[in-house]
């Protein structure tokens, strides 16, 4: 650093015999920086820093998810219409089967608590084709609820696995 503040300042002999106050106050503001650790105290030591925070403790939430079945049994309801597909499970949260009207389609579990689960319908591109939200109350092996459908439809549904 002193030849850094060498070549931007003329040095003289009184420059080098100054206390370290004062070389300190010269090395400042000559090169733009400064070297070393800033946060040291005059005696040299670090500031101590204060514990982290170990904030609140948290416990685990009441409606966590469970564990996914390998298929789910689902009949939809729909005035008077009942379909239904048998959804294998085909890796980390996603579902796929063929509806009992033909339709190849794909379900991905949003949620799936002790007592609930929600799930998103996607049809493969097909005439008539839809997307869908399936949300319902679920004990135990078996879960019931209402689908909200892409083509206005609102149908009831129930499940089992």
């Known amino acids: 650093m002193l030849t ?4 931007c300042r003329h040095a003289s002999a009184q420059n080098f015999s100054a206390p370290a106050q004062s070389i300190r106050a ?7 920086g400064s070297v070393g650790k800033r946060d040291k105290t005059l005696s040299g030591e670090e500031p101590r820093s ?4 170990a904030g609140p403790s948290r416990s685990a939430p009441a409606n966590r998810d ?7 049994q689902l009949a939809e309801h729909w005035h008077g219409l009942n379909y239904t597909i048998t959804l294998r499970h085909v ?4 579902y796929g089967g063929t509806w009992s009207h033909g339709y190849v389609t794909k379900f991905t579990v949003t949620s799936f608590t002790a007592n609930s689960i929600k799930m998103e319908r996607t049809d493969n591109p097909a005439f008539g084709a ?7 109350s679920r004990t ?4 019931n609820g209402e689908a909200s459908i892409s083509n206005g439809a609102t149908s009831t549904w129930d499940a089992s696995w």
């Open 26 to 32: 010269a090395e400042a503001g000559s090169v733009g």
């Open 50 to 53: 204060p514990a982290p925070d």
């Open 140 to 143: 135990g092996n078996r879960a």
């Open 4 to 7: 850094a503040a060498m070549s």
């Open 66 to 72: 469970e564990a996914l079945p390998s298929a789910i």
């Open 130 to 136: 839809c997307t869908g939200s399936y949300t319902g």
């Open 91 to 94: 890796g980390g949260r996603n």
